[in-house]
Nanobody
Framework: QVQLVESGGGLVQAGGSLRLSCAAS????????MGWFRQAPGKEREFVAA????????YYADSVKGRFTISRDNAKNTVYLQMNSLKAEDTAVYYC????????????????WGQGTQVTVSS
């Protein structure tokens, strides 16, 4: 069992930056691939970024490539999402997720979800 708690959301102006954090707890949390998803009002939840358990590989949605960076610190059981050059269309609730592999995360879907944190970008 893995528990995920996000933090770092808020209100930012377009062009600004935010860093989201996700603290994972559970005996094997550091062995899970981690990722971020988001859901804007009236839209389906969508994949944003993922990172393998050892940080060897990262994956991004086309809409955030070059602007967002996912990273992790296994010593702290924490994954981060650095978001730069934010746009109004990045406004959404951002969810942290955990899965055995990044493939299953983007395929069947994550096994574990956080409660979400709101990111609002004003234009």
């Amino acid at each position: 069992q893995v528990q995920l708690v996000e933090s770092g959301g808020g209100l930012v102006q377009a062009g600004g930056s935010l860093r989201l954090s996700c603290a994972a707890s559970g005996r094997t949390a550091s062995r899970y691939a981690m990722g971020w998803f988001r859901q804007a009002p009236g839209k389906e939840r969508e994949f944003v970024a993922a990172i393998t358990w050892n940080a060897a590989s990262t994956y991004y949605a086309d809409s955030v490539k070059g602007r967002f960076t996912i990273s992790r610190d296994n010593a702290k059981n924490t994954v981060y999402l650095q978001m730069n050059s934010l746009k109004a269309e990045d406004t959404a609730v951002y969810y942290c997720a955990a899965s055995i592999t990044t493939a299953t995360m983007r395929g069947p879907g994550p096994e574990y979800w956080g409660q979400g944190t709101q990111v609002t970008v004003s234009s």
